[in-house]
């Protein structure tokens, strides 16, 4: 089991790495767009509208996907009350609970990203802004976020499961 797990963990690391890569290239694009928009402006006295649609069309994909990133590497917003004062088994058990938590909220999420995505889809909706995107193509890091966040969810369940395992005798 903790060979399979360490496996996955390493599967899991490389996953991570490349939705960090991405995200801080959509950032560096976003940031591209507004700065060479408001060059524009200030050398032309007029620029193009999609460079400041842009950006705000690409947080999406870089707040969804993140989720599960951030939930590996313990730098989401949290209150750490219980798990910073429980210890051994007691603690493995609440974390267990939680990701538990996680996993069942982000597969009902899953679900309905994907309704919408097909809905959006079956309706043919376009975007008003300069640049024509199928809308469908917009709500698409609303699943995939949620399927990512699944995946690394079940990443520190395993972790967690292995780590209660492991631990032997009254509660530590």
């Known amino acids: 089991m903790?060979?399979?797990?360490?496996?996955?963990?390493?599967?899991?690391?490389?996953?991570?790495?490349?939705?960090?890569?991405?995200?801080?290239?959509?950032?560096?694009?976003?940031?591209?767009?507004?700065?060479?928009?408001?060059?524009g402006r200030y050398v032309v006295g007029s620029s193009r509208a999609f460079m400041?649609?842009?950006?705000?069309?690409?947080?999406?994909?870089?707040?969804?996907?993140?989720?599960?990133?951030?939930l590996r590497l313990k730098k989401h917003i949290n209150v750490e009350i219980l798990p910073e004062r429980l210890t051994g088994k007691s603690r493995s058990l609440l974390l267990i609970v939680v990701y538990s938590l996680v996993i069942a909220v982000a597969i009902q999420f899953l679900i309905a990203g994907?309704?919408?995505?097909?809905?959006?889809?079956?309706?043919?909706?376009?975007?008003h802004t300069e640049i024509v995107f199928k809308l469908w193509a917009t709500y698409l890091p609303f699943p995939i976020g949620f399927g990512l966040l699944i995946l690394f969810a079940l990443e520190a369940l395993w972790s967690e499961l292995a780590t209660l395992i492991n631990l032997r005798g009254p509660d530590k």
């Open 52 to 70: 400041e649609e842009f950006p705000r069309l690409l947080v999406p994909f870089i707040v969804f996907p993140m989720m599960g990133v951030l």
């Open 114 to 127: 994907i309704i919408a995505v097909q809905r959006y889809y079956d309706l043919g909706y376009e975007t």
């Open 2 to 39: 903790e060979k399979a797990l360490r496996k996955y963990q390493k599967i899991m690391e490389l996953l991570s790495n490349f939705i960090l890569a991405l995200a801080a290239i959509v950032v560096g694009l976003d940031v591209l767009s507004l700065f060479l928009e408001a060059v």
